[in-house]
């Protein structure tokens, strides 16, 4: 495994959608790895950028309030930059659906805006793209590997399928030194707790605070995988440090764990709590994808990288952060 700080000490890091969940967990580390950390982020309403965010650190970071989009801008920001940690983009599938042009504006043109940019302002920096498990669709077999026919169920998973090619497409025309991460859930600290539309976990972590029952929809027995935000920091800078990542795609993950099963564990790391099932809401269930769970195989063998953090673990983090920091998230 790199050893990330002879890596990243004194280098110049650009993250897009900085002041986001992953974002802004990944400016905070590689603060302390002594990089020199610039964020974009257009700060969209109901989109997870968030000023608190980056407590601690905004005073080591430079912030760019911008939308990806702006060409001129984003020309600028790249130059000098040995890395680009492309994160920016919407994660919501039900707001993809009721409008899908935001979310091609955000997730495809937005992303063509980034590699325009490196391409004729900076063609060296090593790009990190952060896709998602969505552009699977409903699996075909499990685990999920990265051979696994692209099939997504909604307009969010279309248009970052969309964004995932471009940075490939951008390697194979241009050369460009890209590598596309698919994630999958990412849980932990500053993730958007305020409705269940970018995650429903973070919903949950939300609702046991405050003393209130979870919903499962269905009979809770549909499997997922979890990833604590700081594995997948680990992952993300491990695939830009090394150069046999560039074109390709790996898939994180981690062990399956049905819905119910997760409300119990959320329930005992809070010490308490209810949880019930409840029927599928129609617009939910037209786009769910079943039972689904990554081989991270891949990304195991190439770079050393597996999730380490328990989810036990994690939850219990996440839970005694949003009980200390709740006045920002609500």
Not at 191 to 220: A, H, K, N
């Amino acid at each position: 495994m790199a050893d990330l700080g002879s890596v990243f000490a004194g280098k110049s890091v650009l993250i897009t959608g900085g002041l986001g969940f992953i974002g802004s967990n990944l400016a905070h580390r590689l603060v302390g790895l002594g990089a020199e950390v610039t964020i974009v982020d257009a700060l969209f309403p109901d989109c997870g950028g968030n000023l608190f965010n980056i407590a601690g650190i905004e005073d080591q970071v430079e912030v760019h309030v911008l939308d990806i989009q702006d060409e001129a801008g984003m020309g600028r920001l790249v130059q000098g930059k040995a890395y680009v940690f492309n994160l920016a983009g919407r994660v919501s599938h039900l707001d993809s659906m009721r409008n899908p042009y935001a979310d091609l504006e955000s997730n495809v043109r937005g992303h063509l805006s980034v590699l325009e940019a490196c391409r004729r302002h900076n063609p060296e920096a090593k790009i990190v793209y952060a896709g998602t498990r969505q552009i699977y669709g409903r699996p075909r077999y499990l685990p999920v590997d990265e051979a696994h026919p692209l099939d997504p169920v909604d307009i969010n998973g279309v248009n970052k399928l969309a964004g995932e090619w471009y940075h490939i497409v951008y390697h194979r025309a241009y050369g460009l030194r890209t590598v596309c991460l698919r994630l999958t859930n990412t849980y932990g600290p500053r993730m958007w707790v305020r409705d269940s539309r970018l995650t429903f976990i973070g919903w949950w972590i939300r609702r046991v605070v405050e003393g209130q029952e979870l919903e499962i929809f269905g009979d809770g027995r549909q499997i997922r995988d979890f990833n604590y935000v700081d594995d997948v920091v680990d992952a993300l800078l491990l695939a830009a440090a090394s150069p046999l990542t560039d074109g390709q795609v790996y898939n994180l993950g981690s062990e399956p764990i049905s819905l119910l099963e997760l409300a119990r564990l959320l329930v005992e790391a809070n010490g308490g709590g209810e949880y019930w099932l409840i029927p599928f809401p129609p617009e939910r269930s037209r786009i769910d994808i079943g039972d689904y769970y990554g081989d991270y195989s891949r990304i195991r063998a190439q770079l050393g990288w597996e999730p380490k953090t328990p989810l036990r673990e994690g939850l219990a983090r996440t839970l005694t952060y949003y009980r200390e920091h709740r006045q920002h998230y609500w």
